[in-house]
């Protein structure tokens, strides 16, 4: 009989390509997120490599962070933001990357238009430039976040070098009171494990009051 293994092992496991001497892993990447902050570099080293993107139906991208919250219709004021949105729908274009323009109805946060598109789904290894990318781990997905140089590189092979992280099971029984949310809840876990309590570790959160939990909530 088998030992027993945890979500993420299996996950880990399954999309494992290789396994170097040193024991950085190439993982396999289901679902890559784009946004225009951390792609524009990415994007230029690919051009001047000659490389194409490996799987465009794996790739979705969104501008998010320089977007206005008001009169969109008036375009963006700032000069920079202007000309990072812009330059990602270019680099989307050219690429052949499906892009959810900022006028576009299925535009969002980028965390966001992954489970509201099925793009995210469980079982699934999922990247994004931005360090919320963690939080598709509600829906039963391997989620990370990823510096430029590793966007340039899931583009390019739709893999990501890396180190095997450590295991964390946190465990919360009982019913949550009244009042007491979801952020109330992370916040008494930071306080026990610090606010670096969790680097190096992929957490696995559990018990009756995690089942409890909404999807937004998770």
Same mark, same amino acid.
């Given at each position: 009989?088998?030992?027993?293994?945890?979500?993420? @092992?299996?996950?880990? %496991?399954?999309?494992?390509? @290789?396994?170097?001497?040193?024991?950085?892993?190439?993982?396999?990447?289901?679902?890559?997120?784009?946004?225009?902050? %951390?792609?524009?570099?990415?994007?230029?080293?690919?051009?001047?490599?000659?490389?194409?993107?490996?799987?465009?139906?794996?790739?979705?991208?969104?501008?998010?962070?320089?977007?206005?919250?008001?009169?969109?219709?008036?375009?963006?004021? @700032?000069?920079?933001?202007? $000309?990072?949105?812009?330059?990602?729908?270019?680099?989307?274009?050219?690429?052949?990357?499906?892009?959810?323009?900022?006028?576009?109805?299925?535009?969002?946060?980028?965390?966001?238009?992954?489970?509201?598109?099925?793009? %995210?789904?469980?079982?699934?290894?999922? =990247?994004?430039?931005?360090?919320?990318? +963690?939080?598709?781990?509600?829906?039963?997905?391997?989620?990370?976040?990823?510096?430029?140089?590793? =966007?340039?590189?899931?583009?390019?092979?739709?893999?990501?070098?890396?180190?095997?992280?450590?295991?964390?099971?946190?465990?919360?029984?009982? @019913? $949550?009171?009244?009042?007491?949310?979801?952020?109330? $809840?992370? $916040?008494?876990?930071?306080?026990?494990?610090?606010?670096?309590?969790?680097?190096?570790?992929?957490?696995?959160?559990?018990?009756?009051?995690? +089942?409890?939990?909404?999807?937004?909530?998770?």
């Amino acid at each position: 009989m088998s030992e027993p293994r945890t979500l993420f @092992d299996k996950i880990w %496991t399954n999309h494992v390509v @290789d396994r170097s001497e040193d024991g950085i892993c190439l993982l396999y990447i289901d679902r890559h997120l784009v946004h225009e902050v %951390t792609s524009p570099q990415a994007f230029e080293e690919l051009r001047n490599a000659g490389r194409k993107v490996r799987r465009i139906d794996a790739t979705l991208a969104v501008p998010d962070h320089n977007v206005p919250t008001t009169n969109r219709a008036a375009g963006i004021d @700032d000069p920079e933001s202007r $000309l990072q949105v812009g330059t990602l729908t270019q680099n989307c274009e050219e690429f052949g990357i499906p892009c959810f323009a900022m006028d576009d109805l299925r535009q969002g946060i980028v965390h966001i238009i992954g489970p509201e598109q099925g793009f %995210t789904q469980p079982g699934m290894t999922i =990247v994004c430039g931005d360090s919320h990318t +963690s939080t598709h781990g509600a829906f039963g997905a391997l989620a990370f976040g990823i510096g430029t140089s590793h =966007v340039e590189h899931v583009l390019a092979t739709q893999c990501v070098p890396m180190s095997r992280p450590n295991s964390m099971e946190i465990r919360v029984n009982g @019913d $949550l009171p009244p009042g007491v949310t979801a952020k109330d $809840l992370i $916040l008494a876990i930071i306080g026990q494990i610090g606010v670096a309590g969790g680097v190096g570790y992929v957490i696995e959160y559990t018990g009756e009051a995690v +089942s409890a939990l909404s999807m937004e909530a998770r």
